[in-house]
């Protein structure tokens, strides 16, 4: 998603590398790296690192870049613009992270287990991810650790003050960095995804002068509430703007046509869907909308087409493809 990160590793259990081998090829995610994790935070991130550094880890070396990004698997909607400052900030500073304000008063309790004292939320940040950080300095740091460190701590940025006298540049993050923490987390996070997915549509019409006024008032009527891309074309060509919205993970179609079964134009998309490189993590929406403008219609279809249509739908079902087809009548 972000062409100018020149490589990926990802840290995982020893239990999940097979797992996490079978996603990566699924998709076909490239420049990916898939690395043993150890038991706790910092010794997966300081296997992470030796990736790049330390032939006994890896049996091939990646080349060691200047800057190094740590994020969070359990943040999954970081957007580029705020890993972008966090790099610069790194390349100034030596270190950086993201922060966001505190929501909640942090408190200390006693030993007798009544409050202490509290701290003035006003003046503490809490520190999220990414953080990014010059390569020498955070696997310095990392060589440097003790054993306790490596156990128990949890700060990146605190590494590279203690152990190379680096102070973090601290840049303010936005609100899409809140971790998946607990189940109920889960359900927003599922939300999130729907709801950024949902808000581009491609409206397609075969071009015929029949269709050019729906072709027109469909989109028109659409585009106070979502992004929608509108194009008259065939299909079977393959045209390359309808290429391009299908890379750029486009999820809702709806084809417009004057055809009583339009299944082969349908599965003529199903195929370029794929064909193409979107991953069908969630539901792609198709909705056949076939408009009838002959004289003597009669509100009717075909049980040989309603057959086939119900047939197809559910085929494409099994592949995460939704069909749906509308027959409009009108004089």
Not at 9 to 20: D, G, Q
Not at 173 to 194: C, F, M
Not at 203 to 224: C, D, M, R, Y
Not at 231 to 249: E, F, H, P, T
């Amino acid at each position: 998603r972000i062409s100018w990160i020149s490589d990926i590793i990802v840290v995982v259990s020893p239990e999940n590398i097979e797992t996490m081998k079978t996603i990566i090829e699924k998709y076909g995610h490239k420049r990916v790296t898939v690395v043993e994790g150890g038991i706790t935070r910092h010794r997966s991130i300081f296997n992470g690192l030796k990736v790049f550094a330390e032939n006994e880890f890896s049996s091939h070396l990646l080349q060691k870049p200047e800057v190094v990004i740590i994020h969070d698997a359990v943040r999954p909607f970081v957007e580029e613009d705020i890993v972008s400052k966090v790099v610069m900030a790194a390349k100034e500073h030596g270190a950086a992270g993201a922060i966001r304000p505190l929501v909640s008063t942090v408190i200390a309790s006693a030993a007798d287990g009544c409050l202490d004292h509290s701290l003035e939320r006003a003046r503490y940040r809490a520190s999220e991810m990414p953080q990014a950080f010059l390569f020498d300095i955070i696997y310095e740091a990392y060589q440097q650790c003790t054993d306790y460190d490596l156990d128990y701590g949890t700060e990146c940025l605190h590494l590279a003050l203690k152990y190379c006298k680096t102070s973090a540049k601290l840049v303010e993050g936005t609100a899409d960095l809140w971790k998946v923490t607990y189940k109920r987390d889960l359900y927003a996070a599922e939300s999130i995804i729907k709801d950024n997915l949902s808000q581009q549509v491609c409206v397609i019409t075969n071009g015929k002068e029949s269709l050019a006024q729906v072709g027109f008032l469909l989109p028109e009527s659409l585009k106070s509430q979502i992004k929608v891309e509108a194009i008259a074309v065939s299909l079977s060509k393959n045209d390359s703007r309808l290429q391009n919205i299908i890379s750029g993970q486009c999820y809702n179609f709806v084809c417009v046509n004057d055809k009583r079964c339009a299944i082969q134009e349908t599965q003529e998309l199903v195929d370029m869907l794929e064909k193409s490189n979107i991953p069908l993590l969630c539901p792609v929406v198709l909705i056949s909308v076939h408009l009838d403008i002959s004289e003597n219609n009669s509100f009717s279809i075909g049980m040989e087409d309603l057959t086939t249509i119900k047939k197809f739908a559910r085929e494409t079902k099994k592949k995460n493809i939704l069909v749906y087809a509308l027959l409009i009548q009108y004089k």
